[in-house]
């Protein structure tokens, strides 16, 4: 028998050779105060689950106090000063002295207004095979 607190649970996955990747990618692009966010596949821990264990049988046992039915990277307030990359958002500092000094990220796509980068909206979902060969190549 395999716990998961809730089926409808997502999660962002990243490997942890991905995740320092993603930071010497953003050292070398920052510029001071920008938060840089990775575009990053989701998986519902139900698939997690099938796949790490196909032939267990699932329990939910519930959320418990403090836990996230989604994660959210991108909250619809920093959506608004952020911009969209092939592989990442870029949140720009919202102080004056920032966007006097800095002209940076200007080439990037601005978001709609109410978006917000979370894994159960997210566009790019994991499948098993995905996260067993994710896990075999780190």
Known sequence: MLEITDKRMTRFWLTLTK??????QCISLMKGGEIFVPKI??????????ALAPDCQVKNIGIRPGEKLHEVL????EARHSAAFDEFFVVKPEHPFWKSHYQEWT??????NGFRYSSDQN???LTA?????MAEGE
Do not use: N
């Not at 995740?19 to 010497?24: D, L, P, R």
């Not at 596949?41 to 099938?50: N, Q, Y």
């Not at 095979?129 to 060969?133: D, T, W």
């Open 19 to 24: 995740g320092v990747e993603f930071v010497i």
């Open 41 to 50: 596949p989701s998986m519902r821990i139900v698939d997690l689950a099938k």
């Open 74 to 77: 991108l909250t619809e307030d």
């Open 107 to 112: 080439h990037g796509k601005p978001l709609p």
């Open 123 to 125: 566009e790019d979902w």
């Open 129 to 133: 095979k995905q996260l067993l060969a």
